[in-house]
């Protein structure tokens, strides 16, 4: 039984290997469902970088304009022959621009041919769909953590983000075709169907304001929290984006929902909310309030109010400073060790600890003591504002 088997899969492989070599046959993706397409067009774009081959699709009426052959490249279809698409040289001539935006793009080599397409349709948009990277790769990666699934109002707004996230290209977006001219040239026509694409980012914009919308919704103790302002801080970066995809609608001759805000409306929001978080400065063994007084300033640089009393936020310092002996060395030698904790006294948790230890000397113990305390000033004073600016920027929301 087992050899039969396998003498039937031979000749069947034999059969195949006779079938491609006997000439063309006409591609049979043309009757995909828009469903089908459109999954298939973002698994496609997804697939891009790592070399994968977007499907041909032929519009209709014009799958057997031209001859095809099998490519080699994963199963797919590539029209080859003298009979040159009217698409190469009018992509309009195809794909109606009351119906379609869509690009043509050409190289020697296949893959190269459908990326310049896809680059040349991106182009018609123009910087206006570009959001800034470090806003992108924040949404991304809170959508890639699971941090939006907690302020969505169900599954389904939820997979619409996701999906959109995961796309590093305009979404909707597809190849339709490739020919080859035989000789040396491949030709891609890269797609947008314009009805299909106003309903796709429609509903992402909708997703996004629907995130909004539950970030900002807090009382005012709520608010008036890092917590508070890490929510409008994402609320921002999720408007920014809802931005770009309001720009494609519009460049499509669409109307995006209602609602749309710039970022930066929820950025001064959020920079308001520091000036009524007022964080507590305790310092352990300081020397005239010099440590304390210059972590207050990094505190104001970025809008906070230092002191207080019973603060929630406490920036928690400690200084130990201790001779150090090294023998046969006439200075005499000091070394500080300095911790500091950002605090939450409210479940007592450390948001960023920061510390270092540095060493100074002098012919007197005063004086090196002294000299460390001026080394310390200057490295808070040069570090403390950015690692906190940095760790405030990248506080995402927690999940409700």
Known sequence: MELNMKICFSLLFSLM????????????????????????????LNRMDGGGQPVSQPPAGQAGAAQSAPSTQQGTVVNTGRNKPAWVDSVDSAYNRTQYVAAVG?????????RSALANLTAIFGQSIRADQTITNTYQEAVRNGVTAGWTDNIAMQNTITVSASMDTLIGAEIREVWFDSRSTYYAAAVMEKAKTAQLYNEMITANLNII??????????????????????????ADINITYGNVLQTIGAAPPAGLKKGDEYRLEAQNITKEIPI??????????????VF??????????????NSRYVLKVDITVSP????????VFARMELSADLTD??????????????????????EAENRLFIAAERKISGEYTKKLSDYLSQLLPKRQ
């Not at 290997?17 to 496609?44: D, R, V, Y």
């Not at 009382?219 to 929290?225: L, T, V």
């Open 324 to 331: 150090v002996n090294l023998p046969n060395n006439p200075n």
């Open 17 to 44: 290997l006779m079938f491609s070599a006997c000439g063309s046959s006409p591609s049979t993706n043309s009757g995909a469902s828009p469903e089908e397409a459109q999954a298939l067009a973002q698994a496609a």
């Open 345 to 366: 006294t409210r479940n007592g948790s450390v948001l960023l600890p920061y510390n270092f230890s540095n060493r100074e000397g002098h012919s007197t113990l005063a």
């Open 280 to 293: 507590g400065v305790a310092v352990t063994n300081d020397k005239s309030g010099r440590i304390q007084g």
């Open 213 to 238: 919308k539950n970030l900002i919704n807090m009382n005012p103790a709520e608010k008036n929290s890092l917590e508070g302002f890490s929510r409008y801080q994402f609320a921002a970066a999720v």
């Open 296 to 309: 207050a300033k990094s505190l104001s640089d970025l809008g906070f109010r230092s002191g207080g009393n």
């Open 106 to 114: 050409f190289a020697a080599d296949r893959t190269m041919a459908e």
